[in-house]
């Protein structure tokens, strides 16, 4: 499978990729068991965060003591302040993250930012029945109210963080479940949801349970992981979480540890874990999505309120042990939809409220709910937020986005970092690419991008670059494995991935 890539030559993140492979010492090749020097790491979450155009690497200091990594420096919105962490997590070695990094937002009343975030949680379909009351005081947004889970809590803070100006804050939202169980049956629960995470190794994951307080120990291969093993242990009923004697070292990610994982699992049990995602998920309705399993293949159907909705439900499959793609063929249909001119001042208000987006000229026109965004952004990544904000309006069924990017930079996706699942944007096959490295040069970068990645075993990859185009081969142990090597495969600067990496363990052989 031949996977386009969308990667300009970034010359600096070059060199700083250079360099951290000459100071490695061909380090790519080494054992697992090799050990990751402070310094090291350091140059390697600079890369990740210099890769990536929402995070203003200049801006952001790094340090690390004992794999324990420290951010620092100033950003200019809470989200790029929250995804600069997520970016570090998913750094080989990274044992734990400290985000000092402050927010000084473009000056905004604290009247307009209450307005905004109010705005934003009715207009979002997903909050718009929420409870919530919001206050401002210095730009630090205060929520309070109640809630039936602790995602519905997360999603609140969510959408506020997506406002401009918010610089900071407090979710004091608390969680009132509608049910009491026991904690047997929690911690039962917790075990299925770990287990059925591809995003999860959990083979070293102690769960105890203590009168609805949830202790996770062990070990799990990286701070990703970790952070997402703490979402996957908010299930109903739980009133704490504690993850701090959870441990994250980069050799538990081992063939051995992983593959009881991957056993063959039927596709009635594949379809009820896919269906337990959507349980959790405040922005899905579960009740009206259908999933059929046919062999390794999940197909959605069903009908729903709003696009993001039916994005949501895609990205969620997706990450369920045993699925190996989605086909999503859920329909879109709001049960009261807004007329065209609402939704339009609606994605409008939305797009210029955006803290990544909003400094952009975007013209918005609506056609029978389908949105067509028109304009001119600096980057992939900018194209697909606005695709995502607007996503997120109630009575949204498509969008087409004819956005302009000046821009040939990289477009991969990262699922411990991104909302959404990028291949879901039409606009994204085809794009073209171009790059003025060499062919050594993007192999050097590719290697070292697998070596780096806690979620891919470098030395199970084999790398071969020809006029710019990447391929891939060798045996993987999972399909989220050979999906993040394609991705690091981009990211190393391929104009295009030849993927024909097979994989081990699921539900059979994989065979390009």
């Known amino acids: ?46 890369g990740q965060l210099m890769q990536d155009p929402a995070t203003p690497a200049d801006s952001i200091l790094v340090a690390t003591q004992n794999g324990i990594v420290t951010l620092s420096g100033s950003v200019d919105n809470i989200l790029a302040k929250e995804r600069a962490e997520s970016l570090a997590q998913t750094v080989k070695g990274v044992r734990g993250t400290i985000n000092r990094i402050e927010v000084t937002a473009p000056f905004r009343s604290d009247t307009a930012i209450r307005e905004g975030v109010e705005t934003a949680l009715i207009q979002d379909p997903a909050t ?34 997506g406002v401009k100006g918010v610089e900071k804050i407090d979710n004091d939202i608390t969680v009132d479940y509608a049910t009491q169980r026991t904690d047997a049956e929690i911690r039962a629960e917790i075990e ?25 120990t062990g070990t799990v291969g990286s701070m990703a992981e970790k952070s997402r093993a703490l979402a996957d242990a908010w299930v109903v ?21 992983r593959k009881n994982k991957y056993v063959v699992r039927s596709e009635p049990e594949i379809e009820s874990a896919v269906k337990d995602t959507f349980r959790y998920d405040p922005r899905i309705d579960a009740a009206t999505v259908t999933v059929e399993m046919d062999g390794g293949l999940a197909t959605l159907r069903g ?65 029978d709910g389908k949105v067509y965004l028109y304009g001119e952004v600096d980057s992939t990544f900018e194209k697909a937020q606005a695709d995502d904000v607007a996503a997120r309006q109630s009575g949204v069924v498509a969008v087409n986005n004819f956005l302009t990017v000046h821009d040939t930079d990289a477009a991969t996706y990262d699922p411990y970092t991104d909302d959404w699942y990028l291949y879901d944007y039409d606009w994204l096959a085809g794009k073209d690419s171009t790059t003025t490295k060499t062919d050594w040069e993007i192999k050097q970068d590719i290697d070292s991008e697998l070596f780096w990645s806690p979620f891919v075993d470098g030395d199970q990859v084999d790398v071969g670059v020809e006029d710019g185009i990447a391929e891939l081969t060798g045996t993987v142990d999972t399909w989220a494995e050979r999906e993040a090597a394609g991705e690091n495969a981009l990211q190393g600067g391929a104009v295009a991935v030849d993927n024909d990496l097979n994989v081990a363990y699921g539900p059979k052989y994989y065979n390009p």
């Not at 709003?306 to 369920?320: F, I, M, W």
């Open 128 to 161: 718009e029945s929420f409870e919530i009351s919001v206050a401002v005081e210095e730009a630090v947004v205060t929520l309070e109210g109640s809630v039936d889970s602790w995602q519905e809590k997360e999603l609140a803070a969510k959408v506020a963080m």
């Open 303 to 367: 009908t729903v309120d709003d696009l993001k909705e039916k994005r949501a439900a895609g990205k969620d499959a997706r990450s369920v042990v045993g699925v190996w793609g989605v086909t999503n063929l859920i329909k879109v249909s709001p049960s009261v939809p807004p007329s065209d001119s609402r939704i339009e001042s609606n994605v409008e208000a939305a797009l210029l409220s955006d803290p990544y987006v909003e400094h952009y000229e975007i013209t918005v026109s609506v056609v």
């Open 1 to 46: 499978m031949t996977t386009t890539a969308r990667k300009s030559f970034n010359p600096t993140v070059a060199l700083l990729a250079a360099c951290a492979l000459l100071m490695i010492g061909g380090v790519a090749a080494a054992t697992p068991q090799t050990a990751l020097t402070d310094h090291e790491i350091s140059l390697a979450v600079d």
């Open 237 to 257: 009923g739980v009133k704490s979480v504690d993850n701090d004697d959870l441990q994250a070292e980069y050799w538990a990610r081992s063939e051995r540890l």
């Open 192 to 216: 299925e949801a770990l287990r059925w995470d591809a995003y999860v190794d959990d083979a070293l994951v102690n769960v105890s349970v203590e009168d609805g307080h949830v202790t996770l």
